[in-house]
């Protein structure tokens, strides 16, 4: 299983901002959705953003009009912008993608996590 690497996590006061970036694995040729999840402890797992190849997006209410999740496809990247940041944004934020590999099977992928903390 191919996990992938995000960057940018890392601690930030209340209101600050933080970039959270994440490549696709080499061998992913169509890519139909990328997203972003987070976990907080002792929480589940919650979608926080997505973008589908058809150019929809969607953003888990707590997080709308101050997070925007963007793609690149020539570059089969995700990023997600994190503006306003509050401390109970503060979780390990993973990315996710999912789609077609060269050999036409279906894959998906997450990412192996990084930890955003806001601070009050």
């Known amino acids: 299983q191919v996990q992938l690497a995000e960057s940018g996590g890392g601690l930030v006061q209340a209101g600050g901002s933080l970039r959270l970036s994440c490549a696709a694995p080499g061998d992913i040729s169509s890519i139909n959705r990328m997203a972003w999840y987070r976990q907080a402890p002792g929480k589940q797992r919650e979608l926080v953003a997505q973008?589908?190849?058809?150019?929809?997006?969607d953003y888990a209410d707590s997080v709308k009009g101050r997070f925007t999740i963007s793609r690149d496809n020539a570059k089969n990247t995700v990023t997600l912008q994190m503006n306003s940041l509050k401390p109970e944004d503060t979780a390990v934020y993973y990315c996710y993608f999912n789609g077609i590999d060269a050999t036409m099977m279906y894959r998906t992928y997450w990412g192996q996590g990084t930890q955003v903390t806001v601070s009050s």
């Open positions: 973008s589908i190849s058809s150019g929809s997006t």
